[in-house]
């Protein structure tokens, strides 16, 4: 008998089987985010020695973010040589692909986050055990709907795969600067702070800080919580839906 | 198993599939044969519930395929035009994710998996990435992948097109063999004439998204064109003098006979030739392929889009 969980997880292993059989693209990748921090951290104000403290998390989003909008480049390759209308005619549960894929895109910088904080961590970097994990559950959340979006995006890109890239790029960057995951917002202009507010990922980012900091009862938490649910069952939704439609 | 009603998909402007109306019985090996675009392919995937039929319904297995399409999936394989297996994998990976797909144990998705890979001769390539596979490896890899849960139903979109012909005969005897064994119904698309011609009790001719033909081979071609004898005269006063005797159209030196069952006819007809003075100087039995028969229904040859077909003369000197 198959479950959700049990399609999700073949789905799942299935794209993650490459990677692990060629390892080398995946460690360089999560080398990248350090030499960022490296060269970001120290342009930050920091009068009061919390700026990693702000900027670590941050950055975890920004990776997570940035590897989930790709959940659907693979799939462009994969729609053009068939496999994934070998896919959609299997039994697997329709969110199962979407999520199992997405999962192949968050888990590694999942394990990239703890490199970075275990980097951090001599450099005076403090953080909440519990509340990180806590974090991360709501950051997979929100990265398994942008992952179903982007799904979504390679099903309506088929046949034209600039769409893809090009809808990719303009919306991942405007995304992350009005999150203020890079730089803070809260002396924007008032226009940049409204955008801000709409952005699902602001209060995923205000979460995340909160969280690894160890405030874990506070209503940042439950607004990322929130914003978190919020993309996921959007993302889902619209994702099984194009693929039901999809031609 | 399968039943259809006006099944039709549009494109925008281009009707590929323009109401199809057929019914499949449990057991059956139908032949889908038709041109590029014919719309053989949109069908499959629309009997597949990879795509929404524009209007008409389809009941596959059961159930609905717009309705209950997981109810669907869990009991058909599909052999696609494309390659199932993703090129960054590798061949025996995939086929245990596939069987995996399908509900399968781990352990049981392994054996499968061995057996077949065995059984279609893809040992030395299923533990290498499918894209170092050659064309007709990868294709072998896609038939596995179709078969790795025994469905009790099977589409196959081509599934012999870039094998070479021991491969060929090879994929013909498996598919053969699971239905004995399973009693499989099986729905399969095809280029290659020859291979409708032996393997399907049953071709459906399709074009321009619609069922043209539907019979047996030999059904079909015995209605549709028949067999012909060829009758050559060394001079033309012998040809009309023949053409007299049998009461048939005259082409120069030659005659041209449509009849059934030519090669019993061939020695009557040469022995009243020579009782009435005109002996052939030569004749020829022509069996009508399915080309032929295509030819006939649509004034177009199906072998043009490079597929080939056997047409084997038979050539008799007298
Ligand atoms: N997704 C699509 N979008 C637009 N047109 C399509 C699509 N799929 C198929 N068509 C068109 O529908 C028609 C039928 O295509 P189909 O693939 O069913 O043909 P086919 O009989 O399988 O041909 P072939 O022998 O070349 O595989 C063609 O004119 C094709 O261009
Ligand atoms: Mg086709």
Redesign the pocket.
């Known amino acids: 008998m198959t479950t959700l969980i049990t399609d999700t997880r073949t789905v799942f292993s299935r794209e993650l089987r490459p990677t692990l059989r060629d390892p080398f693209t995946i460690i360089f990748s999560m080398v990248q985010p350090l030499v960022f921090l490296a060269l970001f951290t120290p342009l930050l104000p920091d009068d009061d020695g919390t700026a990693l403290q702000w900027f670590v998390p941050g950055i975890i989003v920004m990776s997570c973010l940035f590897a989930s909008s790709m959940t659907g480049s693979n799939l462009l390759f994969e729609i053009q040589t068939g496999s994934h209308e070998r896919m959609l005619v299997t039994p697997l549960r329709r969110p199962a692909l979407l999520i199992g894929r997405a999962l192949k895109e968050i888990v590694p910088m999942f394990a990239q986050a703890a490199l970075i904080v275990t980097v951090c961590l001599p450099f005076g970097f403090r953080f909440n055990l519990m509340g990180a994990l806590l974090g991360l559950i709501i950051l997979a959340a929100f990265c398994i709907g942008l992952g179903a979006l982007s799904y979504t995006l390679a099903l309506a890109s088929k046949n034209q795969e600039w769409l893809f890239w090009t809808v990719q790029q303009t919306l991942i960057f405007p995304l992350l600067l009005l999150a203020g995951v890079l730089l803070p917002i809260d002396n924007g202009p008032g226009w940049l702070r409204a955008l801000a507010k709409a952005n699902p990922l602001s209060y995923v980012v205000d979460a995340e800080r909160a969280l690894f900091n160890g405030d874990i009862w506070s209503s940042a938490t439950l607004g990322g919580l929130l914003a978190a649910a919020v993309v996921a069952a959007l993302g889902l939704g619209v994702g099984v839906r194009a693929m039901r439609r999809s031609? | 198993m399968i039943e259809t009603r006006g099944l039709a998909k549009h494109?925008?402007d281009?009707r590929?599939v323009d109401g199809i109306d057929l019914t499949v019985a449990p057991g059956e090996l139908v032949a889908l044969l038709?041109?590029?675009?014919?719309?053989?392919?949109?069908?499959l995937r629309m009997l597949t519930t990879l795509i929404p039929p524009t209007s008409g319904q389809a009941t596959v297995a059961g159930f609905d395929v717009v309705r209950r399409q997981r109810d669907v999936r869990l009991r058909i394989g599909y052999i696609g035009?494309g390659n199932g297996a993703g090129h960054s994998q590798r061949g025996r990976d995939e086929l245990i994710s596939q069987g995996r797909a399908y509900g399968m144990s781990v352990r049981d998705s392994r054996t499968r998996a061995a057996e077949l890979i065995d059984s279609l001769g893809l040992a030395e390539v299923a533990d290498r990435r499918v894209s170092s596979l050659s064309g007709g490896q990868r294709r072998r890899l896609d038939i596995a992948m179709g078969l790795i849960h025994a469905p009790s139903l099977l589409f196959l979109d081509?599934p012999s097109t870039g094998l070479d012909p021991q491969n060929r005969a090879n994929l013909q005897e498996h598919i053969l063999a699971l239905r004995a064994r399973h009693e499989t119904t099986i729905v399969l698309?095809t280029?290659y004439l020859d291979e409708a011609d032996s393997m399907a009790e049953r071709v459906i001719v399709?074009d321009h998204g619609r069922i043209i033909a539907d019979d047996s081979p030999a059904r079909l071609k015995a209605e549709h064109v028949g067999d012909r004898i060829i009758l050559g005269f060394d001079t033309e006063s012998d040809a009309a003098g023949a053409a007299a005797t049998l009461d048939a159209p005259r082409q120069g030196r030659q005659l041209h006979i449509t009849t059934d069952g030519a090669p019993r006819r061939v020695p009557g007809i040469l022995d009243d030739l020579k009782a009435a003075g005109h002996p052939a100087a030569e004749v020829e039995v022509r069996r009508p392929t399915l080309d032929d028969v295509f030819l006939k229904l649509t004034g177009r040859s199906l072998r043009e889009g490079g597929a080939e077909a056997t047409r084997t003369p038979e050539l008799v000197e007298v």
């Open positions: 031609d | 494109f925008k281009v590929a038709g041109p590029n675009g014919a719309g053989k392919s949109t069908t035009q081509e698309t280029h399709i």
